[in-house]
């Protein structure tokens, strides 16, 4: 996860980095390579880390490797800000869509509880706000599941957020397009469950989901339900970041390497 605002130079780094790591699976004989890497092997195939990260101009980031739910090691890179302190396991990244999986958690949490079908119309759950219907949801529902999977045919591929100082929508406000809301509508353009597309507006839809079924902000839905079961001490949803972990924030940077005014970027979902 990173704070620093390089989208393509930092989805290179990590293929980069992921590609290293299945590099490392596959040696050996095939009877071999049934058996997973040590940490040491992954941890030397990393020694390449801190070339790319020049390359992109990233100042410092964070890794962690989970192996059969367990955290196996951590390892920071850099520092937090350029001139500044290093980056610690601490270290706090703006998580962005990683906070997607994060998100389902909660989903199947209240799915457990019996709060929450994956298999029924969203709309059922829905008050705040309606998916707008049209042709194609007149011919199939759209169901939790399918936008967990991002199979329900939702528009908007992604959020850019919110310059700091500058107005920030509702969830609502982003869901219909409206300003200051800078992203489209979020509405359906192909018949649900019928193909895969990445779409952040997905996970719009689940955030209000949730808040209309729990009556709870997201944030703190997010804390009760997943965060603080899993001991997750330094992560939150809250925006802005609450103040005893300010200190913990890594500064974002441009593509050619400049801080952004005014630090990281608020958005109306996940951080």
């Known amino acids: 996860m990173t704070l620093v605002n390089r989208r393509l130079a930092l989805s290179g780094l990590f293929s980069a980095i992921a590609l290293i790591v299945h590099t490392t699976l596959l040696r050996g004989t095939p009877a071999e390579r049934v058996t997973s890497p040590s940490v040491q092997d992954i941890q030397q195939s990393l020694r390449f880390t801190p070339d790319r990260m020049a390359h992109y101009h990233v100042p410092g980031l964070s890794l962690a490797c989970i192996h059969n739910g367990t955290v196996e ?101 982003v869901l219909n397009g409206e300003r200051p809301a800078n992203s489209a509508t979020v509405t359906i353009d192909f018949v649900p469950g019928t193909k895969f597309r990445y779409a952040g507006g997905d996970y719009a839809i689940i955030q209000q989901i949730l808040i209309d079924v729990t009556g709870e902000p997201f944030p703190e839905l997010m804390e009760e339900e997943v965060l603080q079961p899993l001991h997750m001490v330094h992560n939150t949803f809250q925006q802005p970041i609450p103040e005893k972990l300010r200190h913990l924030i890594a500064m974002p940077y441009d593509e050619d390497g400049n801080a952004i005014e005014g630090g990281r970027t608020p958005t109306p979902r996940w951080p």
């Open 73 to 173: 090691w951590t390892q920071a890179f850099g520092v937090a800000r350029v001139g500044g302190e290093p980056v610690a396991p601490e270290t706090l990244f703006q998580a962005s869509s990683i906070g997607m999986p994060v998100t389902a958690v909660a989903v199947l949490r209240l799915v457990e509880q019996g709060k929450l079908n994956l298999d029924v119309d969203v709309s059922h759950y829905l008050r705040s706000w309606k998916l707008p219907t049209n042709r194609f949801t007149e011919e199939k529902k759209v169901t939790l599941r399918e936008l967990l999977s991002h199979t329900a045919g939702v528009t908007v591929h992604g959020f850019e957020g919110y310059a700091a100082g500058k107005p920030v929508p509702t969830l609502v406000q």
